[in-house]
């Protein structure tokens, strides 16, 4: 009979968000009856044990057991597993995410080598919510932006915009006062902070993602007897990560027919040759990464490129 | 040592002022130029973290903390000193700890590569700033474990009430 | 470990820290890393330490407190304060007890500019209290008014115990202090009819005052006008949304340092002692902020939150009378506890307890801080009432207590009126949304 444990596992977002409810929670129920209930997972949401930021090192230094962490969070630290934020890169975020655990087995044990790397996902993905129609990158010149990670910010700067850095909830104030002309979030939290109201224009495309990870720290997992850590490997890998998000993409896109629907909307769908231009703008991000990745001593082109044909093979590229 | 005391009371007041002129200009051109400052946002909460850390040291020396005064403020003069005494030997182990742990820190930051988001300025070098600030506050509080204060206006139960910051 | 039992340690180690007259912030940060050691191991809590401290020290919103407190301390170091005080005594002074009537008016326009209650209080003993005694104004009185006066610092916006708040339940710092305009309104208003009802009672304490000519009541206020137009820049900017607390802070403490030196008034010497204080001030409310964070997660992993909603909703007192029961614990620490600690110790507990009875988390903020507003005066331990004792020393402390026992019950009518009509503090912020 194993013993029991209990594991804490701490994400971000409060608990009416599809993370908490439709990836945490039947996750913990998955790994806990795949232990015949000898491992309880204690869910700790809206960064109750701790600053999104410091979700990394909290599952490293054992503060929690399980952390969920964005991966771009922290500019500069993790500079290869970033290049999956480029934006215009992933347009199916579950397959994609299946690509990108697969992608990033290679390299995780070099570069998140302090923790167990469980999971890898996608978020729901976002667009740009705006004032003005935008539909060509020219659109943002002179615009204030908030964005929601170095990369998009990267693409907004090329563009002639103004990148901003507020939290979500800062934002939706400050879009409604004018301070911020257009935001980077995803459908739902736009309608849900009432960003909405004066954002009237939302481009239909996934122009980002934020990668993220579900890390397990190394000597908790340790502890485990071997039914229990075959009960958390069988809910880890790359068949997890596509699974796992599906309810969080589902949300979001719930999000997008909301204000599809919505009078006085409008969904700005990008034509191929106005694609095109962000492609290229978005390729600009991409060379700024590379050489970023250079200085570390590895090859972003290539690794660049078998992360978009880990995506291509899944049929989940842009 | 006066060069010192002068410096723990300088350094972060000129920084807080780095900080006022930093957002207020930020604000400013944001609606001037319909441009913030970029980095605005990174520069003034690294710039805090300085100026509270040194800010820490100071207030020790200056008694501006908050204390729990209900029970200390009953005590005779004697006793008062003798448990402002022990305050600052706890005081001091637990501003050790912080200090410790702050330093593994500024050296995890460093190992991380950590960056603002806009220039790409390292992150650790604040966090070192910040953390001369603790290793002050240490030593102040090492010196008032040493030589405590033994002045007239510390054993007045009133005098640290004076201080006007508080909430 | 038995998880009650370590509770029961980490409160206790927490108070026995505060009574050795270790500051509170450390107290409760050494007590937080013992108890989350006693659970986790002491390798995973101090790394805990090690982020949290460092993350709640260079958080952006934080800026705000040493901000605001900056502005306050310009406008007093360069005398814009007693300018103040001399246009409320130049429009309140001319009836009878008319100069105390014009304190509490003085100590709501320095409450506009100053985010903390000792800091008004302190102000205003030093411009206010000499004043009335040489107008024969008995001690009682004078004191009573500066001491209550002095509590308008943390209700009426910028303030400090609301920003906290804000900042740990997540709340919009800007929505709280729209909220807390009209509450704050309310009290200059009842406070003014506290001390119309004491000269009724007790002529003696006040003397008649003399009525200011109509010209020189206009001229004291446009002397004022810059502060006033800051002011309403400051706080018309957050409710406007034009920009954050932090950078209303900046913008006031900018603007107060502008008009300070173009009023002549201000030296740069000056300018460099009110950043010294606003360092040290700011330094010593971030240290509670982080030691409350790393008690908060203990509290967190021990589930003592749910724990005490538990037995409270058990005990089926109602939603209200849930609430009377709060707002009493917090009151009776707020008698010996400094309100910051108070808040910081106790919302992170009943602030669940709060919004799952249905009432609103931004009304209830402006609740708190009208209650730990009243541990500020009351005995045994008022900040207020030591402030002014600390600067008049020749006055009795127990002739101060008596003095604003009135207030205080002026003050629990006001949380009585805001309980039953939460219109009042709801309305601004509803209209901001
Ligand atoms: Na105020
Ligand atoms: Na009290």
């Known amino acids: ?318 | ?167 | 470990m038995d998880t009650n039992l370590v509770i029961c340690i980490g409160f206790g180690l927490m108070l026995f820290l505060c009574a050795l007259r270790v500051p509170i912030g450390l107290a409760m940060g050494a007590a937080g890393m013992v108890g989350f050691g006693l659970l986790t191991g002491f390798t995973p809590a101090f790394k805990l330490v090690s982020h949290s401290v460092i993350t709640t020290f260079s958080d952006y919103t934080m800026g705000l407190i040493p901000l605001f407190v900056l502005m306050g301390a310009v406008v007093v170091a360069s005398g814009i304060s007693a300018s103040m005080f001399r246009a409320a005594q130049a429009w309140f002074g001319g009836f009878r007890g008319g100069l105390a009537t014009a304190t509490i008016a003085a100590c709501g326009g320095f409450a506009a500019i100053c985010g903390s209650s000792a800091a008004t209080a302190a102000t205003m003993t030093r411009i206010g209290l000499p004043e009335m005694r040489g107008y024969g104004y008995s001690d009682r009185l004078a004191t009573g008014v500066i001491a209550a006066g002095g509590t308008l610092g943390i209700l009426i916006p910028p303030s400090i115990a609301l920003a906290i708040y804000g900042l740990i339940t997540q709340q919009s710092i800007g929505l709280l202090f729209m909220a807390a305009i009209v509450p704050g309104l309310f009290a200059v208003l009842f406070y003014m009819l506290t001390v119309r009802i004491w000269i009724w009672r007790r002529p003696q304490d006040a003397p008649t005052g003399q009525p200011t000519p109509m010209r020189e009541r206009v001229s004291s206020l446009s002397k004022l006008s810059p502060m006033l137009l800051l002011i309403i820049l400051v706080i018309g900017g957050i409710y406007g949304g034009l920009f954050t607390p932090t950078e209303a802070g900046a913008i006031g403490a900018a603007g107060a340092i502008v008009i300070s030196f173009t009023m002549g008034s201000f030296s740069g010497k000056r300018l460099v002692e009110a950043l010294i204080e606003s360092v040290h001030t700011g330094a010593a409310i971030i240290t509670i902020l982080a030691g409350a964070l790393l008690f908060g997660y203990f509290l967190t992993i021990t589930q003592t939150p749910q724990k005490i909603s538990t037995l409270l909703m058990e005990a089926n007192l109602g939603a209200y009378g849930t609430l009377a029961v709060i707002l009493l614990v917090m009151l009776l620490l707020g008698c010996i506890m400094d309100a910051t600690a108070v808040v910081l110790i106790t919302v992170p507990i009943v602030y669940p307890i709060i919004t799952q009875l249905g009432f609103d988390p931004i009304w209830f903020g402006v609740v708190v801080t009208m209650t730990v507003e009243i541990g500020m005066i009351s005995p045994p331990f008022g900040l207020n009432v030591f402030v002014i004792k600390g600067l008049s020393r020749q006055t009795d402390i127990w002739e101060i207590y008596k003095g604003v026992t009135p207030f205080i019950l002026a003050d629990i009518l006001r949380i009585v009126l805001v309980c039953a009509f939460p219109a009042l503090v709801m309305f601004l912020p509803n209209l901001m949304k």
């Open chain 1, 1 to 318: 009979q194993d013993s029991n444990v209990t594991l804490r596992l701490s994400h971000n977002l409060p608990t009416n968000n599809a993370l908490h409810y439709g990836v945490m929670e039947p996750w913990a129920k998955a790994v806990s009856e795949a232990s015949g209930d000898s491992i309880k997972i204690d869910i700790y949401p809206a960064q109750q044990l701790g600053a999104a930021k410091d979700h990394y090192n909290m599952a490293r230094d054992g503060i929690v057991d399980i952390a969920f962490y964005l991966v771009g969070i922290e500019p500069g630290r993790f500079p290869i597993v970033s290049g999956a934020e480029i934006p215009f890169l992933v347009s199916d975020n579950d397959k994609g995410s299946r690509a990108l655990y697969e992608w990033y087995s290679s390299y995780m044990d070099t570069e998140m080598p302090d923790v167990k790397v469980c999971a890898m996902f996608y978020d729901g993905g976002g667009s740009i919510h705006s004032r003005k129609k935008v539909e060509v990158p020219e659109d943002l010149q002179g615009m204030k932006i908030r964005s929601p990670n170095k990369m998009a910010a990267e693409l907004y700067r090329l563009a002639g915009g103004a990148p901003i850095q507020m939290s979500a909830n800062d934002a939706a104030e400050a879009v409604e006062r004018g301070v911020v002309d257009a935001v980077s979030f995803p459908w739902k939290l736009t309608t849900s902070l009432g960003a909405d109201r004066v954002l009237k224009y939302h481009m239909d495309a996934k122009l980002y993602s934020l990668a993220t990870a579900l890390l397990i720290n190394k000597s908790s997992y340790d502890a485990l007897s071997d039914k229990q850590k075959a009960a958390i490997d069988q809910n880890c890998g790359a068949d997890a990560s596509e699974h796992m998000p599906r309810a969080w993409t589902e949300y979001e896109d719930e999000g997008r027919e909301i204000l599809k629907n919505k009078e006085g909307h409008e969904i700005v769908s990008l034509s191929p040759e106005h694609l095109e231009l962000w492609k290229a703008m978005s390729a600009n991000v991409r060379a700024a990464w590379e050489k970023e990745v250079a200085a570390t001593g590895a090859d972003g082109a290539r690794i660049f490129d078998e992360l978009k044909s880990k995506l291509d093979s899944y049929n989940a590229s842009y």
């Open chain 2, 1 to 167: 040592m006066r060069i010192l005391r002068s410096a723990l009371d300088l350094v972060p007041a000129l920084l807080l002022m780095c900080m006022v002129l930093l957002t207020a200009l930020s604000v400013m051109s944001r609606f001037a130029i319909n441009m913030p400052l970029p980095d605005d946002y990174e520069l003034t909460r690294l710039l805090l973290g300085i100026v509270v850390c040194w800010g820490v040291a100071g207030a020790f020396r200056n008694e501006s903390h908050i204390y729990l005064d209900v029970f200390w403020g009953r005590l005779s003069d004697k006793v008062k000193n003798v448990v402002s005494r022990i305050g600052a030997l706890i005081s001091f182990l637990i501003m050790s700890g912080y200090c410790a742990a702050l330093f593994i820190k500024v050296q995890d930051t460093m190992r991380a590569h950590l960056q603002t988001l806009d220039f790409g300025i390292p992150i650790w070098g604040f966090q070192a700033a910040a953390w001369l600030g603790i290793l002050a506050a240490v030593l102040v509080l090492l010196k008032q474990v040493v030589s405590p204060a033994r002045t007239e206006s510390v054993s007045d139960p009133y005098a640290t009430a004076e201080v006007a910051g508080r909430t």
